[in-house]
């Protein structure tokens, strides 16, 4: 993969169409295929892939934006853009390499999607070998996601038209029904709302926000939490703007606020998968609280210290443990644990997550989390409270774990507030779940618990 790029540049310079040379020696479609082909084989997300991509080639800096509109367009279609391969071109994704075969989803990305000359995607096609005309292009324009769905049953049909793994439509069908489960999916490729936590430590929210109207950034504040604001319309990326470097606010969805405010954050806090370090932070913003901030991996470790020098947040003590055996002696009154998960919540912010997630790691995950939830559980001192969430939507990974921490570990489900979302699954009434079609968040459950 490494490699890719350069023979980009060689091939910019060698190859030109009849009009000139197409796209420059760097084009789009190629700094798109290489930093896609890097998450699907390294499984990487595309924030981070996209990180290293930039600082790495720091003279194609200005294409940061375009480069991350594009890619993700292109993973909410994959599976259409494969198929428009396979039906109307005779081609196999499958079989070719990671940089051809993402190559040829950004082509045909642009030949469906974006206006762009049926010559110059064909050019892009000719200088890296692939098969791919001008009337290709024209018929890939031609053709309807209904057209290749024909014959289909119901979950392969809006796999293919939404761009998801067969089983995860499946699955939300079962959990919300064909109305319910069509809106969601027609919601992840969307693009998502983004939230803004104002760090009032240094900064209160009316004043961020007439700061960042004058950056070309329209925000309105939020009716549940005083110190959140929507991003409404912008020029500008709100990570570009200097009020983000200088720590003023944190780019926080609403449901992983949710998932921090509810706890509270009374004497000593154990946050204990805690990387990035948002909710850790917001714990500490909103109560002046010291928090113990656990997270296994040593470079999402690093991450956490510098967001949280970034924003300020010095009562935030970082620690590289595994939270299964914690390092910690004495016990909590307050303890949060968003373990990783499947991450079903966030197919829209994260669109990269199709290309691998499996119905395996429901199960696998579902597994962690009860060793996260026992070690919690020890921790927690009587009347003390836990605040469980995750990120998906899975019974496993959600209401089933509560359940099975109350039947085994003893922890009672009590009210999460405010109420923001919808009452959870399976009886467990007292937790919430958000939906991205409902809520204008990611895909959340929050649970919150007892220890009697």
């Keep these: 993969m490494e490699g890719l790029l350069p023979m980009a540049r060689a091939a910019g ?6 009009m000139g040379e197409v796209g420059g020696p760097y084009p789009i479609e190629a700094v798109v295929a290489e930093i896609i082909a890097r998450c699907e084989a390294r499984r990487m997300s595309l924030r981070a892939v996209m990180e290293s991509y930039f600082r790495r080639n720091p003279h194609l800096l200005g294409a940061k934006g375009l480069a991350r509109a594009y890619a993700a367009g292109v993973l909410r279609s994959f599976r259409l853009l494969d198929e428009i391969a396979r039906q109307v071109l005779g081609l196999e994704p499958r079989r070719m390499g990671a940089f051809e075969r993402n190559l040829l989803r950004a082509l045909l990305y642009e030949a469906k999607f974006r206006p762009v000359s049926p010559g110059r995607v064909a050019g892009v096609a000719r200088r890296y070998g692939l098969p791919l005309g ?4 024209h018929l890939a324009r031609e053709v309807e996601a209904e057209d290749l769905a024909r014959g289909r049953g119901e979950v392969a049909a809006l ?14 069908l079962k959990l919300l029904g064909r109305r319910e489960a069509e809106e969601l999916l027609k919601a992840f490729n969307r693009n998502p709302t983004v939230w803004l936590r104002v760090n009032t430590l240094r900064i209160s929210a009316g004043e961020l926000a007439s700061r960042l109207a004058r ?16 991003v409404v319309k912008g020029s500008v ?3 570009q703007v200097p009020e983000h470097d200088r720590g003023l606010f944190y780019v926080q969805d609403k449901a992983s606020v949710l998932a921090a405010y509810a706890l509270g954050g009374e004497g000593v806090v154990a946050d204990l998968t805690a990387a990035p370090g948002g909710k850790a932070s917001l714990l500490h913003q909103l109560h002046l609280a010291e928090v113990v901030a656990v997270d296994l991996r040593r470079p999402r470790l690093g991450v956490m210290r510098r967001l949280l020098g970034r924003l300020g947040a010095w009562g935030v003590y970082a620690v590289n443990a595994d939270s299964t055996r914690p390092p910690l002696r004495g016990q909590f009154r307050r303890i949060l644990l968003d373990p990783d998960c499947t ?20 199960r696998t995950y579902s597994a962690e989390q009860r060793r996260l939830l026992r070690a919690a559980g020890e921790l927690l001192a009587r009347g003390g409270e836990l605040v469980y969430s995750t990120c998906t939507f899975t019974l496993e990974e959600d209401e089933e774990n ?5 039947e085994v570990l003893g922890l009672e489900p009590v009210e999460v507030s405010p109420r923001i979302g919808l009452p959870g699954l399976l009886g467990v009434t007292a937790a919430q779940r958000l939906y991205p079609h409902l809520h204008r968040t990611v895909g959340f459950f929050v649970a919150k618990l007892r220890k009697e």
Excluded: C, N
């Excluded at 950056?215 to 929507?230: K, M, Q, W």
């Excluded at 912010?349 to 499996?358: D, G, Q, Y």
């Excluded at 509560?402 to 109350?406: D, G, I, L, P, T």
């Design 13 to 18: 310079h060698r190859m030109r169409d009849g």
């Design 402 to 406: 509560v359940r099975w921490a109350q």
């Design 134 to 137: 001008e009337r290709d292009v």
């Design 215 to 230: 950056r070309g950034l329209l925000v309105e504040p939020d009716g549940d939490f005083p110190f959140l604001l929507r």
């Design 159 to 172: 796999a293919l038209k939404y761009s998801q793994p067969d089983w995860v439509v499946e699955y939300l």
């Design 343 to 362: 991450s079903l919540g966030r197919l829209g912010h994260s669109p990269e997550i199709r290309l691998w997630v499996k119905p395996e790691h429901v």
């Design 237 to 239: 990326s709100p990570t």
